[in-house]
């Protein structure tokens, strides 16, 4: 039987931030690694309103996925893409990671269905994220969505060094 658990959290305790910083540190490159990760994962987490999917096998924590609400992000990330606009029905991707020693395993397919689901029970069935492009990110996500539009290519995003193509979508999955 698989050890592997998916959960979504509300709420946080220390184990849990120092779980998740332990987890960027090796699943994000260096060009993405967070300034003040325990204070981004705390934000995250504590927000009810934010769709928090945590993967763990047995005890260790190997992904997670964090949604947050267009309306309460999209000022920030204009600074990066002006044309982000307000949307107070639409979900945000803000963050997907997944431990390199578990990647390939449909791990971060795991983490979509289960957010896509946890929208649909809140009465959100529309998506948005920026995705990377070099690492056929984007276009696994394109293809994945039964109903994905691609709108435009933001070439630095979030000051990464690397572009990222801004995607709306659907919580409806193609595969499964
Ligand atoms: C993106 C990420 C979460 C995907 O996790 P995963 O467990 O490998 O996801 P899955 O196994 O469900 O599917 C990954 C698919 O994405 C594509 N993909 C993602 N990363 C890839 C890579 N480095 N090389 C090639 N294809 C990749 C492939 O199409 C792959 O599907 P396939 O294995 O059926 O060919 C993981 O690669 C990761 O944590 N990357 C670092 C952080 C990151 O880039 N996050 C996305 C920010 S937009």
């Not at 204070?39 to 947050?68: A, C, F, P, S, W």
């Not at 267009?70 to 979900?91: A, I, K």
Request: proline share 5%; net charge negative.
């Amino acid at each position: 039987m698989s050890s592997i658990k998916i959960e979504i959290i509300t709420g946080y305790d220390e184990r849990l931030i120092a779980q998740l910083v332990e987890l960027q540190k090796k699943a994000l490159p260096p060009h993405m690694q967070i300034t003040e990760p325990a204070t981004y994962y705390k934000e995250g987490l504590q927000d009810r309103n934010n769709i928090n999917v945590i993967m763990r096998d047995r005890h260790k924590v190997i992904g997670y996925l964090l949604g947050i609400p267009q309306s309460n992000v999209y000022e920030e990330l204009r600074h990066w893409d002006p044309e982000m606009g307000d949307d107070p029905e639409r979900l945000y991707l803000d963050m997907i990671q997944v431990l390199p020693e578990e990647r390939r395993n449909k791990r971060g397919l795991a983490l979509i269905q289960t957010v896509c689901a946890e929208a649909e029970k809140r009465n959100l069935f529309k998506l948005s994220m920026h995705a990377r492009t070099t690492t056929g990110w984007s276009q696994y996500l394109q293809n994945l969505f039964a109903d994905i539009r691609f709108l435009r290519q933001i070439e630095n995003w979030y000051d990464f060094g690397e572009p990222c193509d801004y995607l709306e979508a659907t919580t409806s999955l193609d595969t499964v």
